[in-house]
């Protein structure tokens, strides 16, 4: 008899179990991957773990919770942008359907019919969700504390021709006043990240010879009069700044005529702009020095 007690209640113990896994599959939450497409701007190819980034709709939801609204030139200057997206279409907000668009560097967009709103999520808790936190900057970049900084000039540069206007941005030392920064960034990462040591510093876009730009450094006595100039054109190849030559002028006496007069001298030897130490030329010497 207890056997056939056992035969009949089994099919209804299988029927339970099989409910029970149906509504586990049910209660699994729905996963939204990422899609790669292309490099980063520094040529960078994207990993296996930015190529398996996902986020469940309960994480964009805290996202959301946690972001605040940004316009697009803070995304520039603020976020790094990254080759990977997660699209969703029609993605449930207190009952509105609307489209999102989050990149992998800590912000996003949502479509609400012809509205754009951009979100950044700056918040620490948003590290787990996104691949790189907002101002995570190139691991080469020198680190310096930027709140001793002040932008002095910005310039908008097309390097790729792309029709995409990169950003340079010249920066100076609140404290050490002849301590300059520039940092060049392409679709908002930083490409490009480098001390000089001057009493000015201005960027001279107009350029005929190949160049991208042109770097224009003067130095003063103390009385403020500019006795030295450096004139850098720089060439990008190959995703590199580099160096081809330099001008120098000095203003000084002339061995020939007795009389304080500029005198510009042309230094030629490559390398790239990164490595170049202008300390020799800042005290006068002939040597294109290094670091």
Request: aromatic share 12%.
């Amino acid at each position: 008899m207890k056997y056939i007690i056992l035969i009949l209640l089994m099919p209804l113990y299988i029927f339970s179990s099989c409910k029970g896994q149906d509504k586990e599959e049910k209660q699994k939450p729905e996963v939204y991957k990422a899609k790669c497409e292309g490099e980063y701007s520094t040529g960078q190819k994207t990993t296996e773990r930015e190529k398996k980034w996902s986020l469940t709709k309960s994480d964009i939801l805290s996202i959301i919770s946690l972001s605040k609204e940004i316009d697009a030139q803070e995304v520039h200057y603020t976020y790094p942008v990254t080759p990977c997206n997660i699209d969703v279409k029609g993605f449930n907000i207190k009952g509105k359907k609307v489209d999102l668009f989050i990149n992998g560097g800590s912000h996003l967009q949502i479509t609400d019919g012809s509205k754009i709103t951009i979100l950044g999520c700056d918040d620490p808790k948003c590290k787990k969700y996104f691949l790189f936190p907002k101002e995570d900057m190139n691991d080469e970049a020198e680190s310096v504390n930027d709140s001793n900084y002040k932008v002095k000039n910005t310039y908008k540069v097309d390097f790729d021709n792309d029709k995409i206007s990169d950003s340079i941005i010249i920066k100076q030392n609140t404290e050490e006043q002849q301590e300059f920064k520039m940092e060049i960034y392409k679709n908002g990462n930083l490409f490009f990240n480098k001390l000089f040591y001057c009493d000015s510093m201005l960027l001279d876009l107009q350029v005929n010879y190949g160049q991208i730009f042109n770097i224009k450094i003067e130095n003063k006595d103390q009385y403020g009069n500019v006795f030295g100039k450096v004139t850098i054109p720089v060439l990008l190849k190959n995703k590199e700044l580099y160096v081809e030559k330099l001008f120098v002028a000095n203003f000084g006496i002339s061995a020939k005529t007795g009389d304080n007069e500029w005198n510009t001298k042309e230094f030629s030897n490559k390398t790239k702009l990164k490595n170049l130490n202008l300390d020799n030329i800042y005290r006068g010497d002939d040597d294109w020095d290094y670091e």
